[in-house]
């Protein structure tokens, strides 16, 4: 053959066998699927480029087109080539929890595995961390060394940790009042939870990050970047291995706002290390090496992983142990602080329902020096306080509730029975199959939280008739309390099952504890002067559209416009 004719033949074979290859395979993922028989959308049935433009292109509105397809094909949808997403709020416990069998609640069978998708959970960098293990018996063992730091009583325990980092907080306030400068109290939350709390109570550390002048921003704004990039990641998995070979300083160089997380990483190491060294004891004597002056850190997850008799050596290696850690701060702070921000906005636009609630904490916490806090399991029984927590969580949607989270039954079939669009078919799921929802679209259905863009703490009182209303449909019209209670089995900020989120009880603590203290001490100008009031907080260039609705998924925490600078306010 010429060889001047071979090399465009070369490369037109080439062409060809890439051409068939790339049909065969979107053939196989539209006629051959185990998920074929789901209705979708072409494209995102053959690629998952569908979910990256999206996603990364048009910066996290997945969410809202997963929306609107469900609108079109009804409420199950198949999204990516592997893929099931399910818009009907009875079948959360069912995905998340009880297993397979039923679209209902009373046609669910026992407890089933559920394994995460890796295809998923590879976003976040952390394949070791307990958060991110895809395998349920893996996940099971890791989280079972972890639990005892994060049990209610534990949490409950360590309630003045808490109320000593709101004074703290509280004094700040002072400090603004003074000055006339608005707090950027979307920040000040973030700094609360992130270094005040959940690092003293996880890692044993405090970097007073509440006493920063200006909250000191970087740490939330490099999670905020951390978390969106996740939909980067999940469609180029290998940045992650990529960004292990940069150095730190190159890293700071290029974005200011790492700092702060370059040097939580490096202090969460020394950490490890220096308990590694003494083999996990927490006693306050000397370490083993006999340095007398080297004292033992304080107790922390760490501690609990390595005292841990059922977890095998290689499951205690410091770079798992560095994982965990990394999750914990990672799914701790911006959840919790977005959810306080959210409620606090809520609270300050409706000065009745301010009023209402300082009414209660006045009975509840008669001091207004603030020394004596209630028990968090008194608090906890204040129906109003408690309501608003409730609706706070449900509009706030942190915690990854506007993204999906996965899960797989490794071992059985999944059946999903359409009741909306084509009533009582039948949609059968192979075992192996990534099936999801979205929290915040089980937040915002209409028929179960009427009128659910609005924060509305009545719906979650026994003698509330929205939860009345709500639930009629579906046959429930016993009384207020068991209606209420059915109400939140449609509450999910925390998701369900197995794999909820660990530290929901230090979350819960966290929002009940800082509400109560702030509320019982300082009102609004249309709220008027109570009790021992220190002052009136005002939202200041603050507006809903701009600074409060999600606009966008941003993984652990909702995006927002562009152009927001977070929830102010001014202490007057």
């Known amino acids: 053959m010429d060889q001047s004719n071979a090399a465009p033949a070369v490369v037109i074979a080439v062409c060809v066998l890439l051409a068939t290859s790339l049909i065969g395979l979107c053939v196989n993922r539209v ?287 410091p770079s798992r142990l560095y994982q965990d850690g990394l999750a914990t701060i990672m799914l701790g702070t911006l959840p919790t602080a977005t959810a306080l921000s959210v409620t606090l906005f809520h609270l300050l636009s409706q000065p009745e329902l301010l009023r209402r609630l300082k009414t209660e904490l006045l009975v509840a916490i008669p001091s207004a020096n603030l020394q004596r806090i209630p028990p968090l399991s008194v608090l906890e029984q204040l129906p109003f306080l408690s309501a608003c927590v409730r609706e706070g969580l449900r509009l706030s949607n942190g915690g990854m509730n506007t993204t999906r989270s996965q899960r797989i039954d490794p071992q059985n079939a999944v059946v999903f029975v359409d009741r909306w669009k084509n009533e009582g078919k039948r949609y059968v799921m192979p075992p192996g199959t990534p099936m999801s929802m979205t929290g915040m679209l089980v937040h915002l259905d209409e028929k179960v939280f009427p009128d659910p863009a609005r924060f509305e703490p009545q719906r979650w009182l026994e003698n509330s008739t929205t939860a009345a209303t709500a639930l009629a449909g579906g046959g429930r019209r016993d009384g207020g309390g068991a209606r209420v209670a059915a109400l939140e089995e449609y509450l999910v900020p925390f998701s369900q099952g197995p794999r909820q989120c660990l530290g929901q009880h230090l979350a819960l603590a966290s929002i009940y504890t800082t509400l109560a203290m702030i509320f019982r001490v300082y009102g609004s100008s249309e709220t008027g002067k109570m009790k021992g009031d220190r002052g009136c907080l005002e939202l200041f260039e603050t507006e809903y559209a701009r600074d409060v609705e999600i606009v966008g998924d941003g993984v652990i925490a909702p995006l927002r416009s562009r152009d927001s600078r977070g929830i102010r306010i001014k202490v007057k």
């Open 31 to 317: 006629y051959f699927s185990p998920v074929a028989h789901v209705p979708g959308p072409l494209l995102a049935k053959v690629s998952y480029w569908y979910e990256f433009y999206y996603d990364v292109v048009q910066r996290g509105q997945y969410v809202f087109k997963i929306k609107k397809l469900h609108e079109y094909y009804g409420p199950i949808v198949r999204i990516n080539p592997a893929e099931v997403h399910i818009a009907d709020p009875d079948f959360y416990n069912v995905i998340y929890a009880a297993g397979s069998g039923g679209s209902t609640r009373e046609e669910q069978k026992p407890a089933q595995k559920r394994d995460k998708w890796s295809w998923f959970t590879r976003q976040f960098g952390l394949p070791l961390s307990t958060f991110a293990t895809a395998d349920h018996d893996t996940h099971r063992l890791r989280r079972e060394a972890l639990e005892p730091g994060f049990r209610k009583e534990k949490v409950a325990s360590l309630q003045s940790l808490i109320e000593d980092v709101v004074r703290k907080l509280l004094d700040r306030f002072d400090e603004f009042q003074m000055l006339g400068d608005a707090l950027p109290i979307s920040l000040a939350f973030a700094a609360l939870m992130n270094a005040d709390i959940v690092e003293q109570y996880t890692l044993g550390q405090n970097d007073k990050r509440v006493l920063a002048r200006d909250f000191e921003p970087s740490l939330h704004d490099a999670a905020v970047v951390r978390s969106f990039r996740g939909h980067l990641i999940k469609q180029f998995p290998s940045i992650w291995w990529l960004t292990r070979f940069i150095p730190d300083d190159v890293t700071i160089m290029v974005n200011r706002s790492m700092a702060s997380h370059v040097k939580l990483q490096r202090d969460m190491k020394a950490q490890i290390e220096l308990i590694h060294r003494q083999g996990g004891s927490n006693s306050n004597s000397s370490s083993s090496t006999g340095n007398k002056s080297s004292p033992s850190p304080p107790q922390t997850i760490f501690h609990s992983i390595l005292s841990s008799s059922d977890l095998p050596s290689t499951e205690k290696s």
